[in-house]
């Protein structure tokens, strides 16, 4: 098999002990890729000086929706000139948070519509968060000069409901599915894995958090995406090679990686 784990913090200190053997634990177990993104001006150099360190790890640039309570146009400034760097794929971690409520509504919203219009500016895909927000993601991602464009983003870590899916899907957005497909009660999110389209289907850990069973409750790791990738093929009745080979384009075609070495 061959995986790629689309999302995945690995420059946060959580892995500040074991960072190079956390990515060989990840190719050993079959991820080949992984694409790190960024959440606010701090890190971003961090994950563009990761991806060039590391065959197999890609950057995505981009303030989140609970670091933008500041945003000012030469914040995207910044990530303009960091999505220059080599190996930089995405725009993103991206989108809106109001759970959390971090950062006003209105400088949130602010600060997402930008950044999608820089994306499509500089032709690359968005990363997009969202927690208690889905109506207003939905509505931005409507409004910009992404929706209807041929691979525009993926909707990480998907959390919402058919009826957003179905939204997101009609726009042309990938899903992505981590660590909670696998938790007892989730059970409307497996009903979505199931109906969700296989070419628009991502795996992704977003490590360190959101842990696959049967390692729930321990730091996350690139290596567990198999878990999800599991979960997901016994949904569907089918073997996880098929899941694998499947999500594997999916992400090389959306953020135009290179086949693994």
Not at 34 to 41: E, N, R
Request: hydrophobic content about 45%; charged content about 20%; aromatic content about 6%.
């Amino acid at each position: 098999m061959d995986l790629i784990d689309t999302h995945c913090h690995l420059d946060m200190p959580q892995f500040d002990g074991d960072r190079t053997a956390v990515i060989q634990r990840a190719a050993a177990a079959s991820v080949s890729q992984i694409v790190v993104p960024a959440i606010d001006l701090e890190n971003i150099t961090a994950v563009t000086d990761l991806a060039q360190q590391h065959d197999g790890v890609f950057a995505a640039v981009g303030i989140h929706p609970n670091s933008c309570a500041n945003w000012t146009g030469d914040w995207l400034t910044a990530v303009r000139t960091a999505a220059a760097r080599p190996k930089v794929v995405a725009i993103g971690e991206i989108g809106l948070d109001y759970y959390w409520d971090d950062a006003p509504h209105d400088v949130q919203h602010e600060a997402l519509a930008q950044q999608l219009e820089l994306a499509a500016e500089l032709n690359l895909p968005v990363i997009i968060h969202n927690r208690d927000s889905s109506a207003d993601v939905v509505r931005l991602l409507a409004a910009s000069p992404l929706a209807g464009r041929e691979n525009p983003g993926v909707l990480h870590s998907f959390s919402g409901d058919w009826t957003m899916a179905q939204a997101a899907l009609e726009m042309g957005f990938y899903l992505g599915f981590t660590g909670p497909v696998t938790f007892k009660k989730a059970d409307d999110l497996r009903d979505i894995v199931r109906r969700t389209p296989l070419d628009r289907l991502l795996v992704e850990t977003d490590a360190p958090y959101l842990t696959p069973q049967p390692y729930r409750g321990k730091r996350n790791q690139p290596a567990y995406v198999t878990y999800v990738a599991e979960r997901i093929a016994a949904e569907r009745g089918v073997e996880t090679a098929v899941i694998a080979q499947h999500t594997t384009a999916n992400a090389r075609r959306l953020f135009r990686l290179p086949a693994a070495a």
